[in-house]
C-alpha cells in the first residue's frame, strides 16, 4: 500500500486452485493529465424525451421500459459511440 497514492502498488497472492496471482500497478504518471480528456465532446447532445414507454401484459401494472429514471426527467444522450441511456 502506498500511502502518498493512497493505493494498492504491488500484491501476491498463492492460492492452490489458482495458482500464483501477482497485480502490480506500473508507469504511474504523477503529472496532471491532459485537459482535453476532460471535455464534452462536439457531437455531445441532450435531447429531452417524451416520457417513458409503457408497456402492458394481461394482469400485471404497466412498466416503464427504462425504469423509474425516465420517470423522473432522465435524458438520453445521442451523438458518441455509446448510445447510452444517461
Do not use: C, W
Request: proline share 10%; no cysteine.
Amino acid at each position: 500500500m502506498s500511502p502518498e497514492l493512497k493505493t494498492i502498488v504491488y500484491s501476491k497472492r498463492s492460492d492452490p486452485r489458482m495458482g500464483d496471482q501477482t497485480f502490480a500497478l506500473t508507469n504511474i504518471v504523477r503529472s496532471e493529465p491532459d485537459p482535453s480528456l476532460f471535455m464534452v465532446p462536439s457531437d455531445f447532445k441532450l435531447i429531452d424525451t417524451p416520457g417513458p414507454i409503457m408497456y402492458k401484459t394481461a394482469g400485471y401494472p404497466p412498466v416503464a421500459a427504462f425504469g423509474s429514471a425516465l420517470e423522473h426527467g432522465a435524458r438520453i444522450h445521442a451523438g458518441g459511440d455509446s448510445g447510452d441511456v444517461r
